[in-house]
């Protein structure tokens, strides 16, 4: 086997490992269920929201910065939201609010 073609077996071996053990680190928590069951599938969006940068910044200030925009910013759409109170979008947003609330608990950030 060539180089390149190894490195590129190893390369996704990696990142298939990292979803996997972020995946699997997530404590039993399903934000959506029973109100949003359905919206979208919330360990995998945590999953994709943990590897974002600020959970991996050397910066002590994050993640909780992040998550507390995150949540100001999606509190905020959720008060200024003038559609169907039925709506799947806005349904989707309190549950993205759940999740953060809940990364902000488990990262012990104030102000949570």
């Known amino acids: 086997m060539k180089k ?27 934000p959506c269920d029973p109100d949003c069951q359905g919206t979208f599938n919330c360990k995998q969006w945590l999953a994709g929201v943990l590897q974002l940068p ?38 989707l947003k309190q549950c993205k609010l759940t999740a953060f609330n809940y990364l902000c608990q488990q990262h012990n950030c104030p102000n949570c």
């Open 4 to 30: 390149p073609q190894l490195r590129k077996i190893i390369k996704e071996e990696i990142a298939r490992l990292q979803k996997t053990n972020i995946t699997e680190q997530l404590p039993i928590f399903n």
């Open 54 to 91: 600020p959970f991996s910044s050397n910066n002590p200030n994050q993640p909780c910065n992040f998550i507390q925009n995150k949540i100001n910013q999606t509190q905020n759409w959720i008060n200024n939201f003038s559609g169907n109170p039925q709506s799947q979008q806005l349904a």
